[in-house]
């Protein structure tokens, strides 16, 4: 089944967000997506479908603006724009005080695992430091090398009960000194994680190449992951 759910951003934009459930879901997935990721939204469920046995509703937001709406503070080495890093906090409002009441209501009051790709998981990271309403993240190449993300990741631990995060092992090998960074960043966050959550309710996992490939399947692998918990 699929259904649309007019959402208000921060700044008063309608937002859509389009919503495919099973008949009777066990589990609610929200993630975050930009235009070529919805694209391959259908392979992506196709994927989960494959790797997990749990029925399931999924929550797509669509995102316009990834470094205003995801970045959870200003990073000049990503968006030099002042704007950038502003609307985060209002787009998790939103999807605590529109989006999870409507699903919660329509579906009962399931877990929740909040998930994306590249800025999309770190926002989902970032959110679970910041909500109690995720039980789950899937983190798929988060761009945990943004600055100050590891003093910021020491000092407020997830709210969420498990979290699986993945980086292409290509990632690092770039002349870029910030994104260089990345592959250092996720273990040392992954080691914080296990001491917060147990290396049961955790994991890293590494794929073959580069940011810019596998969305599909790399983000279905990390959903099904936490699913399956």
């Not at 959110?127 to 983190?139: C, E, I, K, L, R």
């Amino acid at each position: 089944m699929t259904n649309k759910i007019l959402l208000h951003t921060p700044t008063g934009e309608e937002r859509e967000c389009i919503v495919l459930s099973d008949e009777i879901p066990q589990l609610i997935l929200i993630q975050l997506v930009e235009r070529k990721e919805v694209a391959l939204l259908d392979d992506e469920i196709d994927l989960i479908r494959k790797a997990t046995k749990k029925s399931f509703a999924i929550a797509n937001i669509k995102i316009v603006d990834w470094c205003k709406e995801l970045m959870p503070w200003n990073d000049e080495a990503v968006d030099k724009r002042p704007e950038s890093g502003t609307l985060a906090e209002g787009i998790l409002t939103m999807i605590e005080q529109q989006l999870l009441p409507i699903l919660h209501e329509k579906y009962g009051n399931l877990p929740c695992i909040i998930g994306g790709y590249s800025l999309g998981g770190l926002f989902a990271l970032w959110a679970s430091t910041q909500s109690t309403a995720f039980n789950g993240v899937a983190a798929a190449s988060p761009s945990v090398w943004i600055k100050n993300w590891m003093e910021y990741a020491s000092n407020h631990p997830v709210k969420a009960q498990s979290i699986y995060m993945s980086l292409g092992d290509k990632e690092d090998n770039t002349k870029n000194k910030y994104i260089k960074q990345v592959a250092n960043n996720i273990r040392a966050y992954n080691q914080m994680l296990i001491k917060q959550l147990s290396a049961d309710n955790t994991i890293l996992e590494w794929n073959a190449g580069n940011h810019f490939q596998d969305f599909a399947q790399r983000t279905a692998k990390a959903y099904a992951w936490v699913m399956n918990r």
